[in-house]
């Protein structure tokens, strides 16, 4: 069983950073993609990037250029630093986890971005 720990949500001004975390809980023999979701009221969940086993990492059109993702693998956590945001941005953020044919998803964390 794989548990995902976010944090870093919460409210900022248009125009500012935040940097999310997420945790996995367990000792992985191996290097999983990992990435982040966001999901807006009335909508379905939406990729937001990705990094895979190898580093390679995937990002959806709309934060390209604004959004990064790294990760730590001795600390079995990925990072989403966010500059430059938008009030579009605004979403509960997922992360999650491919392991063996399933995906874990962590609880969510919300950010809003406002004035």
């Known amino acids: 069983q794989v548990e995902l720990v976010e944090s870093g949500g919460g409210l900022v001004q248009p125009g500012g950073s935040l940097r999310l975390s997420c945790t996995a809980s367990?000792?992985?023999?191996?290097?999983?993609?990992m990435g982040w979701y966001r999901q807006v009221p009335g909508e379905s969940r939406k990729s937001v990037t990705t990094i895979t086993n190898r580093d390679t990492t995937l990002y959806a059109d709309s934060v390209k250029g604004r959004f990064t993702i790294s990760r730590d693998n001795a600390k079995n956590t990925v990072y989403l630093q966010m500059n430059s945001l938008k009030s579009e941005d605004t979403a509960v953020y997922y992360c999650f986890l491919d392991r063996l044919g399933r995906r874990y998803w962590g609880q969510g964390t919300q950010v809003t971005v406002s004035s």
């Open positions: 367990g000792s992985f023999g191996s290097i999983y993609p």
